[in-house]
């Protein structure tokens, strides 16, 4: 069956430091991988997504930015984290874009 | 007009009631739609896709009228446990992705 895996669950980061997230997914190949972000009492907001190695799409312009380089594994980073990057980051994947996504357990961010 | 769109609530039942929610999509083109769940603090969990002729899953059911563009979920006989926030989502024109609407608050009273 397949396993989707993100860490760390909880990150306490001060403004301006740099950022790495890794998400990885076992059981599967070439899947499509997402991240999004969740500020609190909101929606998901999708950033990224990727339908292959080394593809990045992009949805929103911001100090972040993902890589894919492996098939399996996906990587959210920042250089210099601001304030409004807190939020609760989930990585999911799916067989295709028009199928269910499923979700990893989410990082929780705060900055100082 | 937001790709989806749900009633965030809350909606407040009690232990045993049936409760609706609706959710509208501006994209006459859709082809996936789905329910997903999320408990505070936590990922979404999918819980049930949804079929054009409409699906059953136990206490939840799911329908779909795409002349209005709208998804429905039912759940009957509400759980305490049912208490979380309900996201309706619908595939994007692209193909790549899935637009998630906000969600609707559940709260199950004793």
């Known amino acids: 069956s397949q396993t989707i895996h993100q860490w760390p669950a909880t990150l306490v980061q001060p403004v301006g430091s740099p950022l790495s997230l890794e998400c990885t997914v076992e059981g599967t190949s070439n899947p499509n991988l997402y991240w999004y972000r969740q500020a609190a009492g909101r929606g998901l907001q999708l950033l990224f997504y990727s339908v292959g190695i080394g593809q990045i799409s992009s949805e929103v312009p911001q100090n972040l930015s993902a890589s894919r380089p492996q098939d399996r594994q996906f990587i959210l980073s920042s250089k210099k984290l601001l304030l409004s990057d807190s939020g609760f980051y989930l990585c999911?994947?799916?067989?295709?874009?028009?199928?269910?996504?499923?979700f990893g357990d989410g990082t929780r961010l705060s900055i100082l | 007009r937001k790709e989806v769109e749900q009633d965030p609530g809350p909606f407040n039942v009690p232990e045993g009631a049936t409760v609706a929610f609706n959710c509208t999509y501006s994209?006459?083109?859709?082809?996936?739609f789905f329910w997903y769940r999320q408990d505070c603090r936590k990922e979404p969990k999918l819980l049930m896709s949804?079929?054009?002729s409409g699906n059953e899953d136990g206490r939840f059911t799911a329908q779909l009228n795409r002349a209005s563009q709208y998804i429905s979920l039912l759940i009957r006989d509400s759980k305490l446990s049912d208490s979380a926030t309900y996201l309706c989502?619908?595939?994007?024109?692209?193909?790549?992705?899935?637009?998630f609407g906000k969600g609707t608050s559940l709260l199950v009273t004793p």
């Open positions: 949804v079929y054009s």
């Open positions: 989502v619908v595939n994007r024109d692209s193909g790549y992705a899935l637009n």
């Open positions: 999911a994947w799916s067989v295709l874009g028009d199928q269910p996504q499923h």
């Open positions: 994209n006459s083109a859709s082809q996936s």
